[in-house]
């Protein structure tokens, strides 16, 4: 009983969405997060060596890693004022067990992001369990997440 005697909460109804205001999610390699649905998933880039971009498909909490079934996806990004697109490719790995078809880790290069620090992006499609994801905007290296 003394833990309801201490407690002397007596918040507005609307104090639910206020602790969601403040919520946050920490990118597990350090690198961006791109929310995907209502954080229903999310896609983690990472800024590799020269040239080189990783990406994670996580859930909505960022701590779990989805395996999807495409070998590839495209995210359009405006930089330098051009468009340009980027095509990143299934990653296997014998130390996880993933094949391509079978996997959370994607890559892209392209000699332009050697020198381009930011830029919008835009996802143009993905699949993951069975729910399509479609022109999901976000600026590197910020993220879109509220």
């Known amino acids: 009983m003394l833990l309801f005697a201490g407690c002397g909460k007596t918040g507005p109804a609307a104090a639910p969405a206020a ?12 690198g961006t997060a791109i929310e995907l649905g209502d954080e229903a998933f999310h896609l983690e880039l990472v800024r590799e060596d020269a040239g080189k971009l990783s990406a994670y498909v996580l859930d909505g909490e ?64 993905l699949e993951i369990r069975g729910t399509v994801f479609t022109a999901v905007a976000f600026d590197f290296p910020k993220g879109n997440e509220k």
Do not use: C, M, Y
């Open 62 to 125: 960022l701590e779990n890693f989805i395996r999807i079934e495409s070998p590839s996806f495209q995210i359009v990004a405006l930089a330098g004022g051009e468009s340009r697109t980027l095509v990143f490719h299934a990653v296997a790995s014998t130390a996880t067990g993933e094949t391509v078809g079978n996997t959370s880790h994607f890559e892209a290069e392209a000699d332009w992001i050697k020198t381009t620090a930011a830029f919008g992006g835009l996802l143009t499609r």
């Open 19 to 30: 602790a969601k205001a403040g919520h946050e999610h920490k990118a597990p390699h350090g």
